[in-house]
């Protein structure tokens, strides 16, 4: 899987992967659909920064909550 491609499906494998690693547990409010794709390179950041990380500070789960938040549709 390439996801540095700019398509539907490489969404939602982002969106999941940062959904399982975060453990968020509202994951009605975090769907790959809702994602404005004009943002994949910002989505692409946020995954590529949760994957490289063990573990999150409180804080680091707001703020990346709230960057995903800005990316919705």
């Known amino acids: 899987m390439d996801l540095k491609q700019n398509t539907p499906q490489n969404v939602e494998f982002m969106v999941e992967k940062i959904i ?3 453990r968020i547990m509202n994951i009605g409010a975090v769907k790959a ?3 404005n794709q004009e943002m994949y390179e910002e989505l692409f950041d946020i995954y590529e ?4 990380q063990k573990q999150f500070s409180p804080r680091e789960l707001e703020a990346i909550a709230e960057e995903l938040g800005r990316l919705r549709n």
Do not use: G, P
Not at 49 to 52: A, F, G, I, Q
């Open 20 to 22: 399982d690693k975060l």
């Open 33 to 35: 659909v809702s994602f």
């Open 49 to 52: 920064l949760v994957m490289k």
